[in-house]
């Protein structure tokens, strides 16, 4: 087979382009290579199909478990800080520039107890502080950030949960400090 410069116009966009080819003539040599690649990329495009996809990546995560998961830890490691903040700016619509605000403007400790976060993670590096908002204002778990009311360390978070409505708070604070409650309360 012998190669034969020829010069041909693109049927698509008119344009003069000369080609290698083996067999002048033919319709795909009409075409340039823009036009070409254009093509292509629409067909692409078009056959891309995002459920077939899913299905695909889903099975090669089953078929190849164990490299998937080793890749995941090794990610997770190198990229720890930018999940976080990700996430928070996702959940909470909290900037990391925001959090940062946040925690310098509370001294970087917790805003009840006035203590640094106590808990650590399985690399013994501490957590960050979570970040209270009120539920009442967006109750689905994320936040519009507009009702964000500080930073609080997981004991405090957890340990405020339950005392979101401020009637059972006032109970509380009745029961600590030694008042006596009656069945109306």
């Not at 966009?13 to 075409?31: I, L, M, N, Q």
Request: charged share 30%; proline share 4%; with cysteine.
């Amino acid at each position: 087979m012998t190669l034969v410069e020829a010069t041909f116009i693109c049927c698509k966009c008119s344009v003069e382009f000369s080609k290698a080819v083996v067999r002048p003539g033919r319709k795909a040599d009409r075409v340039c290579h823009d036009c070409q690649r254009e093509t292509a990329r629409v067909k692409r495009r078009r056959n891309y199909n995002a459920a077939y996809q899913r299905e695909y990546g889903r099975a090669y995560r089953e078929r190849n478990r164990e490299y998937v998961a080793a890749l995941n830890s090794e990610w997770e490691r190198g990229n720890r800080e930018r999940r976080r903040d990700y996430q928070v700016e996702r959940v909470y619509n909290v900037s990391p520039d925001r959090y940062t605000a946040l925690l310098n403007s509370q001294g970087g400790v917790c805003a009840i107890c006035r203590k640094p976060e106590s808990r650590t993670n399985r690399d013994g590096v501490p957590n960050r502080l979570s970040i209270d908002h009120d539920h009442s204002c967006c109750p689905r778990g994320s936040s519009c950030g507009a009702c964000v009311r500080g930073l609080l360390c997981t004991t405090c978070n957890v340990s405020i949960a339950p005392f979101e409505e401020p009637a059972t708070l006032e109970r509380l604070v009745k029961y600590l400090t030694g008042n006596t409650m009656t069945q109306g309360d």
